[in-house]
C-alpha cells in the first residue's frame, strides 16, 4: 500500500527507555541554517482524523497511531459530538472498502497552506467535474484528480469534506486547540533534538536523496507510518506522529527517519525484484518492510545503539513484544531478502558519502 500512495502523489528530553549517547553532542544551528523546521498542520491533522476514523487498519506497522479511533471515541463521547462523519461513516467506509485507491488521497493536505485552501480546491475541482470541465494536467487540481478519478470516488469526497467541515464545528477545532497546547513541550523537545543534533546529522543523506530542505508536520493520528510528500529538492514535507510526552520525542525522529530512507528503499525494491513480483503484489508488500528496515540502517551509520532504541519503537508500534535479542526480532518481524537489504546498506553508505 505504501508503494502505491508514493506512485501517485511521488511528486530536550530524550526516551526514558533509551538515551542515545549522539544527544549529548548537539549542534545548535543559526537562523540562516534552519532546515527541516518541526511544525503542527490543524488541516492535516483533520484530514487524517477523519481518514482514522473512516479507515479499516490492519497494517503491520498501522497507517495510523494504533488505538486512536478508540481514543477519539471517548473524546468525542465526552464532549457528546455527534457530527456528519458519524452520520457517513458506514457509507465512507463502504466506499474505501470497494476503491482502497481512496487511500492515497490522506496525501492532499500536504499541498495545501490550510483547510480554507484545501477544502476549496476540492469544492472547485467538484464543481468542474459536475460541468464536464477537463482538469489541468498538473498543480493542485491535478493530484485531485487523480486522487478521486470516478463519479464514485468523487461523491466520497464530497460527502468527506461535508463530514469534516461539521467535524470541525462541533468537536475538532477545540480540541485540536487543546491536545497541541498540552503538547507544546513535546513539539519544542522534538524540535530541539531535530534541529540540534540528528538534521545535521543527518544533512548528507538528506543533501544526497534530494532532500535538503522541507518540513517536518507532527500529526497526532499518526505514529510509526508518516505522509511524504516530494515537491522538489528544497519543499519536502514529511507528517509524522506528534509523540504523547516530552520522553518520548525520540519516537518523532525514528519515524522521521523510516520516511526519509523512502527514496532508497523505493529504488531498492525496484531493482531487486521482477516484473512478475511487481504484477503480484510481492514488491509493494516488500516496501514497507524495505522502509522500516532501511530506517534502522541509516540510525545505524549514527550509532548502532540508535538502531537498536530504533528497532524497539517499530516493534512496539506493530504491537510486538521481542523475546530475547532485539535485533532478531525485528528481523524476523520486518523480513527482506539479503539481497534487498544489501542494496538499502549500500545506497544509503553512499548517501552518507561512505564510499
Keep these: 500500500?505504501?508503494?502505491?500512495?508514493?506512485?501517485?502523489?511521488?511528486?530536550?528530553?530524550?526516551?526514558?527507555?533509551?538515551?542515545?549517547?549522539?544527544?549529548?553532542?548537539?549542534?545548535?544551528?543559526?537562523?540562516?541554517d534552519t532546515r527541516w523546521p518541526v511544525k503542527s498542520r490543524e488541516h492535516v491533522d483533520l484530514w487524517l482524523h477523519g481518514f482514522a476514523m473512516i479507515s479499516e487498519d490492519s497494517a503491520p506497522v498501522p497507517l495510523f497511531r494504533r488505538g486512536y479511533r478508540d481514543a477519539l471515541v471517548v473524546q468525542r463521547n465526552r464532549a457528546s459530538a455527534f457530527t456528519d462523519l458519524d452520520a457517513n461513516r458506514e457509507l465512507l467506509t463502504a466506499r474505501l472498502r470497494a476503491n482502497p485507491a481512496l487511500v492515497n488521497a490522506q496525501f492532499l493536505p500536504l499541498y495545501f497552506g490550510s483547510w480554507p485552501e484545501l477544502a476549496g480546491a476540492i469544492d472547485g475541482f467538484l464543481k468542474n467535474a459536475e460541468n464536464s470541465?477537463?482538469?489541468?494536467?498538473?498543480?493542485?487540481?491535478?493530484?485531485?484528480?487523480?486522487a478521486f478519478p470516478t463519479k464514485d470516488d468523487r461523491d466520497f469526497a464530497r460527502r468527506f469534506v461535508n463530514a469534516?467541515?461539521?467535524?470541525?464545528?462541533?468537536?475538532?477545532?477545540?480540541?485540536?486547540?487543546?491536545?497541541?497546547?498540552?503538547?507544546?513541550?513535546?513539539?519544542?523537545?522534538?524540535?530541539?533534538?531535530?534541529?540540534?543534533?540528528?538534521?545535521?546529522?543527518?544533512?548528507?543523506?538528506?543533501?544526497?536523496?534530494?532532500?535538503?530542505?522541507?518540513?517536518?508536520?507532527?500529526?497526532?493520528?499518526?505514529?510509526?507510518?508518516?505522509?511524504?510528500?516530494?515537491?522538489?529538492?528544497?519543499?519536502?514535507?514529511?507528517?509524522?506522529?506528534?509523540?504523547?510526552?516530552?520522553?518520548?520525542a525520540m519516537d518523532a525522529i525514528y519515524a522521521i527517519a523510516h520516511e526519509l530512507v523512502g527514496p532508497i528503499a523505493s529504488a531498492s525494491v525496484d531493482d531487486n525484484t521482477s516484473?512478475?513480483?511487481?504484477?503480484?503484489g510481492v514488491a509493494e508488500r516488500l516496501s514497507g518492510f524495505a522502509l522500516v528496515r532501511g530506517g534502522a540502517l541509516v540510525m545505524r551509520h549514527l550509532s548502532p545503539e540508535l538502531a537498536q532504541s530504533y528497532a524497539q519503537f517499530y516493534l512496539r508500534v506493530a504491537g510486538l513484544t521481542p523475546e530475547g535479542d532485539v535485533m532478531t526480532a525485528f528481523a524476523k518481524a520486518f523480513p527482506v531478502p539479503p539481497a534487498l537489504l544489501e542494496s538499502l546498506d549500500r545506497q544509503i553508505a553512499v548517501a552518507f558519502g561512505g564510499i
Excluded at 511528486?11 to 543559526?30: C, D, E, G, M, N
Aim: aromatic share 6%; glycine share 6%; proline share 7%.
Design 164 to 248: 469534516l467541515r461539521n467535524e470541525q464545528e462541533k468537536f475538532h477545532h477545540l480540541w485540536w486547540l487543546g491536545e497541541t497546547r498540552r503538547r507544546e513541550r513535546t513539539l519544542a523537545a522534538v524540535d530541539s533534538l531535530w534541529q540540534g543534533t540528528y538534521r545535521p546529522r543527518l544533512q548528507n543523506f538528506l543533501s544526497h536523496t534530494q532532500q535538503g530542505s522541507g518540513e517536518v508536520i507532527l500529526a497526532l493520528a499518526l505514529e510509526g507510518e508518516g505522509r511524504t510528500s516530494a515537491q522538489g529538492k528544497q519543499r519536502n514535507l514529511v507528517a509524522v506522529g506528534f509523540p504523547d510526552s516530552p520522553d518520548r
Design 275 to 280: 516484473p512478475a513480483e511487481k504484477r503480484s
Design 1 to 32: 500500500m505504501r508503494a502505491v500512495r508514493r506512485a501517485l502523489f511521488a511528486s530536550a528530553v530524550l526516551s526514558a527507555a533509551f538515551v542515545p549517547t549522539l544527544a549529548a553532542q548537539p549542534v545548535t544551528p543559526s537562523a540562516a
Design 133 to 146: 470541465r477537463p482538469a489541468p494536467n498538473q498543480g493542485p487540481a491535478a493530484q485531485l484528480a487523480a
